[in-house]
């Protein structure tokens, strides 16, 4: 059974930092690209960072660029999320997915596994 557990989320102010972490198990966790989804109240899911398998290349959203950062560690399963210089517009679930493929995709739908959620609230 395929698990991805999400942890890390809180209630932070605005500037502040957090540090999401998603364990995976009943998967080969490094044959995966992992990906970091989100989404606020009443809007759609949206991509904020995918990895991929070794985690050599690295994708972020537009929002997101030059204040999130992704990194994994395949010995521990594990995907983060560094998340620096925080807004309240971040504030959304956070769901962490695994895609059985080769590339880094924004596209929910080609993910197969899914978190979730943990939530992230930014105060201003």
């Known amino acids: 059974q395929v698990q991805l557990v999400e942890s890390g989320g809180g209630l932070v102010q605005a500037g502040g930092s957090l540090r999401l972490s998603c364990v995976a198990s009943?998967?080969?966790?490094?044959?995966?690209?992992m990906g970091w989804f989100r989404q606020a109240h009443g809007l759609k899911r949206e991509f904020v960072a995918g990895i991929n398998w070794s985690g050599a290349t690295a994708r972020l959203g537009d929002s997101v660029k030059g204040r999130f950062s992704i990194s994994r560690d395949n010995a521990k399963n594990t995907v983060y999320l560094q998340m620096n210089n925080l807004k309240p517009e971040d504030t959304a679930v956070y769901y962490c997915?695994?895609?059985?493929?080769?590339?880094?995709?924004?596209?929910?739908?080609?993910?197969?596994?899914w978190g979730q959620g943990t939530q992230v609230t930014v105060s201003s």
């Open positions: 997915a695994a895609d059985y493929g080769l590339g880094i995709t924004n596209q929910e739908a080609e993910y197969d596994y």
């Open positions: 009943g998967v080969a966790f490094s044959s995966y690209t």
